[in-house]
Every structure is written in C-alpha cells, then in structure tokens.
C-alpha cells in the first residue's frame, strides 16, 4: 500500500471509491493492441466509475483499484496510474472548452437577435412602409426571436447537458489513485 495513501484515505473529507478488476486489462479497451500508456480506456469501466462515484464528493476522492496480489505489478501500475490522471485530465479540458464555446455562441446569438430586432423595429419607425422596408421587417423580426431564443437555449441548456460528465471528470482529476491487492 502506498505510504500517502493512508493519510490520504484517513482525512476527514475522503471519498473512497473502490472497483475490483480481475487484471489490468479491465481498465482498457479489448480492441486496442497499444501499450497501456496509450491505450483507450474501457466504455464498460468508465461507466462503473461513474456509477460508483455519483454520490461522492469532488474533494478527497480516492480512486483505489482492487487487484489478486498475484497479478499486480508496480511499473505498470505507475503507467497506468498516469494514463488515468492524462485521460481525465483531457476529457476535463475537453468538456470544459465545450461548454466555454456553447455560452460565447449562446451570447453571440443573444446579440445578434436583439441587433436584429432592433433593426427591424427601426426599419418600421423610421422610414416608409414601401415593399423593400415591408420585406426587410418580415425577414429581421422573425430572425430576430429565432436567434436570440436560440442563444438563450445554448446558454441556459445545451451548455448543462455537459453537466454530469464535467462533474464526473472533476472528480477524477483531483482523485487520487492507488493500487491494492484483494483479498
């Protein structure tokens, strides 16, 4: 067991998180052949972590790995411990760029909508109401309401539909991660 383990474990705001594995292929996909520092996580235990780590908070995780003492070897524990902090590390940037983009679009599209419905109402105050004003309004207004309520919905919604995953990848970025041997 490591040395900082313990203490790590023993604070008041750990969370531990344990997944057994039968052996460190668990943790990685079976159809890529690549050396385990680069290899691409497994679908099936992403979503056992995230299952397991729903309820638990994003300060003090601990992230420990149960594996038969038989099958354990340090070196490329060490491997893979730093391929799990990078792909969570990765994801987490990912994600957080996602939503940055989503909220910068949204208030583009916000403000863009209020800069075409101003044009419009302008359009029908300021001058006659010939066909090419008529035709500029009917064209402004509706694109007006389109864009802005639009720029709202990827403000106020599609940027928390990344919610659960972001969270998720919080927590696995300040986790701490150790290997023990099962029982």
């Known amino acids: ?3 900082n383990e313990g203490a790590f474990l023993g604070s008041a705001k750990a969370s531990p998180v344990s997944l057994s594995l039968d052996d ?4 990685f996909s079976d159809f890529d052949p690549r050396p385990f520092s680069e290899r691409m996580l497994s679908d099936d235990f992403l979503h056992e972590l995230k299952r397991a780590s729903l309820d638990k908070d994003e300060e003090g995780l601990a992230l420990v790995l149960l594996l038969p003492k038989e099958k354990r ?3 490329q524990e ?6 799990l ?5 990765r994801h987490r ?10 909220r910068k679009t949204g208030l583009f599209m916000v403000a863009l909508g209020i800069v075409f419905m101003f044009t419009a109402t302008y359009s029908l105050l300021s001058a006659g109401r010939g066909l090419w004003m008529t035709f500029i309004v009917v064209l ?6 389109f864009t802005f309520w639009e720029g709202l919905n990827l403000i106020l919604f599609q940027a ?10 919080r927590k696995m970025t300040g986790a701490k991660i150790s290997f023990t041997s099962a029982s």
């Not at 460190?24 to 943790?27: G, N, R, T, V």
């Not at 940037?93 to 989503?102: A, H, I």
């Open 1 to 3: 067991m490591d040395p």
């Open 24 to 27: 460190y292929e668990d943790l």
């Open 73 to 75: 070897n340090a070196g």
């Open 78 to 83: 060490h491997i893979i411990k730093e391929r």
């Open 85 to 89: 902090k990078e792909h969570f590390k």
């Open 93 to 102: 940037r990912r994600l957080e760029e996602k939503v940055r983009g989503e």
């Open 140 to 145: 402004l207004e509706p694109a007006g309401w």
């Open 160 to 169: 928390r539909e990344a919610t659960p995953d972001l969270g998720f990848y």
